[in-house]
């Protein structure tokens, strides 16, 4: 059964870092991208960028281009986003989702169940 | 970037009422398109992708169609259980952007 397993809720201030993970299993993880998707309170749901975990190939959207990093560690089949220094903006709900084949842009058919962020002084 | 659009923003509607929601793309994506449900405190779960093709195990009152700019998800008896925001995503490019959504309730 293929499960994406992200790490728990976090409580943050403003200014620092954090990185939070994604665990995938039930099937070869270094096959199929990754996805990072954020959602505000309310709001809608953004694409913020994908990585192949088998080279480590990553692409980014414009948005969110330089304000996140994304990695893996194929070693342990776990994905990754990170912040260096949060802003209280960064406050959502982040879900890591998965491509159904290895190509780059295409939709996703398992969705991790959502890691909360809150950034607050 | 390519925009999504989506109408209407919300809906009431009766059950076993057919429910269409439409999804426009500022440009042509071919048939590059998915849609997924979100219950409310839930996961977003795919529907429909390449615009048209039922995702295994998902109702058959569910229903893609279109290609180029245009496309539409149907229900065509709305149930209870299909209380939700849906959400369109175009997957031709980076980056793969959602629709604002379109929440549906009972009426």
């Known amino acids: 059964e293929v499960q994406l397993v992200q790490s728990g809720a976090e409580v943050k201030k403003p200014g620092e870092s954090l990185k939070i993970s994604c665990k995938g299993s039930g099937y070869s993880f270094t096959n199929y991208w990754i996805a990072w998707v954020r959602q505000m309170p309310g709001k809608g749901l953004e694409w913020m960028g994908i990585i192949y975990p088998g080279d480590s190939d990553t692409r980014y959207s414009p948005s969110f281009q330089g304000q996140v990093t994304i990695s893996a560690d194929k070693s342990i089949s776990t994905a990754y986003l990170q912040w260096s220094s949060l802003k209280a903006s960064d406050t959502a709900m982040y879900y890591c989702a998965r491509h159904p084949s290895s190509r780059t842009w295409v939709y996703f058919d398992y969705w991790g169940h959502g890691t909360l962020v809150t950034v607050s002084s | 970037d390519i925009q999504m659009t989506q109408s209407p923003s919300s809906l009431s509607a009766s059950v076993g009422d057919r429910v269409t929601i439409t999804c426009r793309a500022s440009?042509?994506?071919?048939?590059?398109l998915a849609w997924y449900q979100q219950k409310p405190g839930k996961v977003p779960k795919l529907l429909i992708y390449d615009a048209s093709t039922l995702q295994s195990g998902v109702p058959s009152r569910f229903s893609g169609s279109g290609s180029g700019t245009d496309f539409t998800l149907t229900i065509s008896s709305l149930q209870p259980e299909d209380v939700a925001t849906y959400y369109c995503?175009?997957?031709?490019?980076?980056?793969?952007?959602f629709g604002p959504g379109t929440k549906v309730n009972i009426k």
């Open positions: 995503q175009r997957y031709n490019s980076a980056p793969n952007t």
């Open positions: 440009q042509g994506i071919s048939t590059y």
